[in-house]
Structure formats: C-alpha cells, structure tokens
C-alpha cells in the first residue's frame, strides 16, 4: 500500500500545525494550504521537507481553482479540513451579516468547496479519509456573541455525516470537536478575564486543552480508526 498524503487546510499555525507535525512525525508527506504567506514559509522550514505548504484562501474560488492541480501533483489521499475562523462577537440586536458570511464562507462553503477539490483530484487510498474540525460550539451554541462561528460548526456536524453516508466505503469520514484549546483562535477571548473565566465553566478536566491532543485525535481518525465514519470524537476535556 502507498503511503498516504495529506493535505491539511489552515496548516500553518495553532491545530493545523499540530496535524500537519503528526503527519510529518509518521513520515508522511503533508501539504499545507494556507491564507498567511509569511507563517506557511516559518511553519514548512520547522517541519523540513516532508512539509509543502502554498498560499491558498479556502473562501475564494479562483484561490482554490489556482492551487486544485496541487492535489494531484502532490498526490493527495488524505483531507483534514481544518482551516476556520471565529468571526466577530455580536448581539443578536446588531446583527453584522457581512462578518456572519465571512464566517459561513470560510468555515462552511470553504470545507465543502476544498472537499470537492480534493474528490476530483486525489489519489485513490484503501483507506482515505477526511477529518473535518468541527467544534462543541456547534453543539451547544458557543460562547456568548458568537452564534455565526456555532452555527458553522454544527454546519460542520452535518457534512460531516453526509459525507461518510455518500462516500462510504471508499472514505471514510468523521469530524474532531474541540473544545477551548489553546491558540491565537483564543488570544482574545483568553486576554479578557471575565469571557476567559466564562469559557472555562464546566470543564470537568478544569484546563483549556492543547493542539497537541487535538492532533492526536485526529491523527487517530485519520489514520487508525478503519471501521469509524460518520462520527464526531470530541475533544474537550469532559465538556459537552
Ligand atoms: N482553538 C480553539 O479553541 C478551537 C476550538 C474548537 C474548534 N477549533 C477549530 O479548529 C480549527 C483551527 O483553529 P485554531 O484555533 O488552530 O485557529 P488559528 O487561528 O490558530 O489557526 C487557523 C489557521 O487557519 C488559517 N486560515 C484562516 N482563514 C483561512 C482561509 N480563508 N484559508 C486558508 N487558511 C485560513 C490561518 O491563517 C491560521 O494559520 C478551526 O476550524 C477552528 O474553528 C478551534
């Protein structure tokens, strides 16, 4: 059997990192894409040359249509869509729907535009699979002010199951939810000591996780979970 390739969307810092460093560990070839330049450059020089990374916006077509023959020249067998962003906090009697479609265009309509990509060009694998980043907001609605990014991510939830039922049995498909892990995602939220504390209720595990363990997770889902699709493995030290 090949070994796989994989691509990993938003790669270059914070959870997409931490799985495109697994990768690399496990001797894999790993392609990043990613919106920054400058932190694919830094990412790709630490993991060395196993690492490719290239410039690409999820949420703009003529990004994703530039960099689509990538998929193929790299070989591609294995997806993780993890590249999200949180958006800007609002009340709901404020409603900013430019930032709500950021935010649905990059977490949502990015995921399934890369996911098509990736289905027209990839390699064919006896056991591909997709890791889609979801999150418990998605689940239970979030931290106050950021309806948009949870409504993404049970968004999220959703394709994740349609997907592994259109799929099956060629790929498997299933979807990591973290819960308050810590990256720049979190900086301000983390930097206020009133949200801070608010995120931090109900953590029966009583700590923000780390990118580390989220990657274990989906290192787990990726590639040893042969008989597991259509599931989402919550990462969220006990939190639901
Ligand atoms: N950090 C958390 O607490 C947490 C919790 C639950 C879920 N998640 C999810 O995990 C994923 C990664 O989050 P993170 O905390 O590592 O975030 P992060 O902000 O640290 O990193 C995200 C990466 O995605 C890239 N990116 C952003 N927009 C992009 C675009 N349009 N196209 C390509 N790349 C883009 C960024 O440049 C960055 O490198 C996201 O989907 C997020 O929703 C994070």
């Known amino acids: 059997m090949s070994a ?8 270059a810092a914070g959870i997409g990192r931490a799985v495109a460093e697994r990768c690399v560990d496990r001797g894999l070839r790993t392609v990043l894409w990613d919106i920054s330049g400058a932190a694919l450059e830094k990412t790709c ?5 196993l690492a490719v990374g290239h410039v690409v916006d999820v949420s703009k077509p ?3 249509k530039a960099a689509e023959a990538d998929l193929s020249r790299a070989g591609v067998t294995h997806l993780v869509n993890n590249a999200g962003i949180l958006g800007a906090a609002m009340e709901w009697d404020a409603v900013n729907t430019k930032s709500v479609d950021m935010v649905l265009a990059v977490n949502v309509v990015g995921t399934m535009a890369v996911t098509s990509a990736f289905l027209r060009q990839r390699d ?3 056991d591909a699979a997709i890791v889609n980043m979801a999150s418990i907001a998605g689940m239970n609605g979030g931290a106050p002010g950021y309806a948009a990014y949870a409504a993404s991510k049970g968004a999220i939830l959703a394709l994740t199951r349609a997907l592994a039922r259109d799929l099956a049995p060629d790929l498997r498909v299933n979807a990591v939810a973290p819960g308050i892990i810590t990256t720049d995602m979190q900086a301000d939220i983390q930097s206020d000591p009133a949200r801070a504390a608010l995120t ?8 923000p996780g780390t990118v580390a363990e989220v990657a274990e997770a989906t ?9 597991t699709t259509g599931e989402v493995l919550r990462v969220a030290g006990g939190r639901q």
């Open 200 to 207: 931090r209720t109900g953590i029966p595990m009583q700590r």
């Open 124 to 126: 064919p694998h006896p």
């Open 62 to 64: 003529e990004s994703l």
């Open 45 to 49: 020089a630490e993991l060395g040359p």
């Open 4 to 11: 796989p390739v994989v691509l990993v969307t938003g790669g």
């Open 219 to 227: 290192d787990w889902l990726l590639f040893e979970a042969g008989y």
